[in-house]
């Protein structure tokens, strides 16, 4: 029972995000949210394209100190503008053309002022030097922060897990997912005996006076802030070789801590070609070739760190060992390789401008598991799989959050986001068709950010139907839209859906029990059906498919 529960709480943990800061019921919102929530002018006058972060860690200390460079477009003429990090780090110079400008801060963001006006089209830059202890995650990847642990033999081991809280915990930067750099240079120095590895390729390593050594990973694709990964400790690094992938050959490499290295060779080898090969059919090419794929042993559970996933699954089947969907199906793979890396597709590759837009990466990434599963085990076994997670669904609140205030909804974009995707692609009534259209998402907003508009309008006209009702039921409302079916006096049957949701008009299939399912379309006004000996009495309606509640009467 004790397991059960530890179980329970773990999955739910992670239905409801990655991080303590993602999830937590919040209806009052303060200023500080607004600073960080809102593209106000202050934000939206640069436009980013490039970073160079470089960060020294002192292990033993707890302590970052560095500079970011950050490289911009005026938008517009401005004097001001806004970068965020946690207060509790410190800012210690802003430099501008060679020279100490002013700045203030409030909460976590910091405002800096420029000696003379910075006109429209101009590319400039300027750098932030920092320094201070950054904050220490206490469970991550529930919470975010650092995390300072060791391994097996003692070794200090390292890394930030920072989505939903921010990037700005822990380096400074333009804290909000509408604005991606189009590269980065990321520079971490580390004590002796430890290794950095970070995202993209490492294209240099330089030895430092005081026993420090440099790793310089260069990041050649847009990425969003908190998928910038810091990951330190005594790696060893062995290759996967290439895939052969619909842009050539992709290049797989896994660093991992001496003690897991045999395991990992044989738990990475059974999960990521199946992976990349189930999720480029349904998906597309992988969407950062030129970075390569990566897995890094991390002293947590998981997180998608673009080009280099974080792991932290203990190189077992399932979550933790554990089946989220109970049907046996999710422990033939390893839940982190499998849903972490469908993040690059979703998440990593498309963006959504806002948190509150988030089920566009946990609804689609959840969706990629029960894909994989038809892609090893056929489309009913996906069915099952997508069944079988929908116990972890509350309908406490909307799936789509507060705009503007870095507020995501509820954690049922997991499972319902998923459930949600199943329906509608029966609704599509064409596999073909929406294969092309789980494709060309990544096409058309390939390294992207996104909205939910942008997204819904995508597939409307993709399918050539109007599937905003459906799509607004599920993710703006809490409560899951109802079949109501009436009989009249003389035992015709009526049927109308009980939905919160205007125009609310989903096909389900309806059967006689024992006979051949039949698709019907009610609105939400009761309408006669036309399937002839139909009774309350054997009246069956596909809800292993379809994510409704069913009234007979």
């Not at 800012?91 to 002022?113: H, I, S």
């Amino acid at each position: 029972m004790l397991q059960r529960l530890l179980l329970f709480t773990a999955l739910l943990s992670l239905t409801q995000a990655a991080t303590a800061q993602l999830m937590q019921p919040k209806t009052a919102f303060t200023r500080a949210d607004s600073l960080r929530g809102q593209l106000t002018p202050l934000r939206t006058c640069y436009d980013l394209s490039y970073y160079h972060l470089d960060v020294k860690l002192d292990v033993e200390k707890r302590f970052l100190s560095g500079s970011n460079l950050f490289r911009f477009t005026a938008t517009q003429d401005f004097t001001r503008l806004q970068f965020d990090l946690f207060a509790n780090l410190s800012v210690d110079k802003v430099e501008y053309q060679g020279k100490t400008v002013p700045f203030t801060r409030e909460a976590n963001a910091v405002f800096v002022r420029f000696p003379q006006p910075i006109r429209q089209g101009t590319r400039d830059q300027f750098t932030v030097f920092y320094s201070g202890q950054p904050t220490v995650a206490k469970l991550a990847p529930w919470d975010g922060g650092l995390v300072f642990k060791q391994d097996t033999t003692g070794k200090p081991w390292v890394a930030s897990a920072c989505q939903g809280v921010g990037a700005s915990i822990w380096w400074p930067t333009k804290d909000h997912q509408a604005d991606e750099v189009d590269s980065m240079l990321i520079s971490v120095s580390v004590p002796k005996g430890l290794k950095d590895v970070s995202n993209g390729r490492l294209r240099k390593v330089t030895k430092l006076r005081g026993g420090y050594t440099r790793y310089d990973w260069f990041v050649s694709n847009p990425i969003n802030n908190y998928d910038v990964a810091l990951n330190v400790g005594d790696y060893q690094h062995f290759s996967g070789g290439t895939y052969a992938g619909e842009k050539g050959p992709l290049t797989l490499d896994y660093w991992v801590l001496p003690e897991n290295l045999a395991k990992a060779r044989k738990q990475f080898a059974a999960n990521v070609p199946s992976m990349l090969k189930a999720f480029e059919y349904w998906f597309g090419p992988y969407p950062f070739y030129e970075d390569g794929y990566k897995l890094v042993d991390a002293p947590h559970l998981g997180m998608e760190h673009q080009s280099a996933v974080a792991y932290g699954n203990k190189y077992r089947n399932g979550y933790l060992g554990q089946d989220r969907s109970d049907t046996g199906l999710g422990l033939k793979w390893d839940y982190i390789i499998i849903h972490e890396s469908g993040h690059e597709w979703f998440g990593n590759n498309i963006t959504t401008k806002d948190i509150a837009d988030m089920w566009v990466h946990e609804g689609f990434t959840t969706y990629s598991e029960a894909m994989f599963v038809e892609s090893t085990a056929g489309q009913a076994a996906a069915a099952d799989y997508i069944h079988g997670c929908r116990k972890w669904i509350r309908n406490d609140e909307p799936i789509i959050g507060p705009y503007g205030v870095n507020k995501e909804g509820s954690g049922d974009m997991y499972p319902k986001g998923a459930a949600m995707l199943h329906m509608l692609r029966l609704t599509v009534n064409d596999d073909a068709k929406w294969r092309q259209i789980l494709r060309g998402l990544g096409q058309q907003f390939y390294h992207q950010t996104v909205t939910t508009e942008q997204v819904v309008s995508y597939i409307n006209q993709q399918s050539g139907q109007n599937l905003t009702p459906i799509f607004n039921q599920y993710l703006r409302h809490p409560n899951v839209p109802t079949l109501e079916v009436r009989f009249t006096p003389d035992g015709k049957p009526l049927a109308r859906w009980i939905a919160d949701e205007p125009g609310f008009a989903l096909p389900v299939r309806v059967r006689t029990r024992g006979g051949e399912y039949r698709t019907i379309t009610p609105t939400r006004s009761f309408k006669p059906l036309d399937l002839p000996g139909l009774t309350r009495e054997n009246i069956e309606v596909d809800t292993h498919n379809y994510y409704i509640g069913v009234l007979v009467e």
